[in-house]
C-alpha cells in the first residue's frame, strides 16, 4: 500500500474517525433561516394591512339589503341558553331561555296534547285544519259514504300491494306484495 492518500477528513493512521464539525455551515444555515424568518414576518405585516384596508372599505360599503336582527340569528334550533331561544305557540312565542333543557318539549308536549283534544282552526279562514280522530270518526259515518264496487273499484284495491320487478324491468308493476 501506498502511504499517500488524496486529501480528505479521515486519518488512517488512528483507529477511531475524527468528528468534525463544519461550524461555518452551521453559521450559514442560522443566518439564513434568521433572514427567511423576518422575510415571512414582514410579508404577513403587509398582508395584514392590505386585510385591514379591505375590510374598512367593506365595512364602509352600503349594502342595499341589509339584515335585520331577527336575520341576524342563526337558524333554529338554538342552544336553550342562547338569547332569543323560544317555541312559537298559539299564543305568540314562549321564552325558553333560562329553563331546563326539557322545557322545549313540554311546551311543545301541551301544544300537541291541546291540538290532539281539542283541534286547530285557521286562524284567518276559520277552516278547521285538525280535530280528534274521535269526531273525524263520528263525521265520516254521519254522512253514510257508499263504498264504490265494480272493476275500477277491484283495481284500485290490488295497485297499492303491487311493486316494480326486475322481470318487467321497471316499467310495469307485475308482482304482489303478500
Known amino acids: 500500500m501506498s502511504s499517500k492518500h488524496e486529501k480528505s477528513f479521515v486519518d488512517f493512521e488512528k483507529p477511531y ?28 405585516w403587509a398582508f395584514l394591512g392590505v386585510l385591514e384596508e379591505y375590510a374598512k372599505d367593506e365595512k364602509q360599503s352600503n349594502n342595499p339589503i341589509p339584515l335585520s336582527e331577527k336575520e341576524k340569528l342563526p337558524p333554529e334550533p338554538r342552544l336553550q341558553a342562547a338569547p332569543g331561544f323560544k ?22 308536549r301541551k301544544q300537541w296534547e291541546s291540538v290532539w283534544e281539542e283541534g286547530q282552526k285557521d286562524a284567518r279562514t276559520g277552516t278547521i285544519i285538525t280535530m280528534p280522530i274521535d269526531k273525524a270518526k263520528e263525521l265520516v259515518m254521519e254522512k253514510n259514504l257508499k263504498a264504490k264496487s265494480g272493476p275500477e273499484a277491484e283495481k284500485a284495491a290490488k295497485e297499492p300491494s303491487m311493486f316494480l320487478s326486475d322481470a318487467s324491468a321497471g316499467r310495469v308493476a307485475s308482482l304482489r306484495r303478500r
Not at 17 to 43: A, H, P, R, S, W
Not at 87 to 105: I, M, T, W
Request: overall charge negative; cysteine-free.
Open 17 to 44: 474517525e475524527q468528528n468534525l464539525i463544519g461550524l461555518k455551515g452551521i453559521l450559514y444555515f442560522g443566518l439564513g433561516l434568521l433572514l427567511l424568518i423576518v422575510i415571512t414576518f414582514g410579508l404577513m
Open 87 to 108: 317555541v312559537d305557540g298559539p299564543n305568540g312565542p314562549v321564552n325558553l331561555e333560562l329553563k331546563a333543557p326539557q322545557a322545549e318539549y313540554r311546551e311543545l
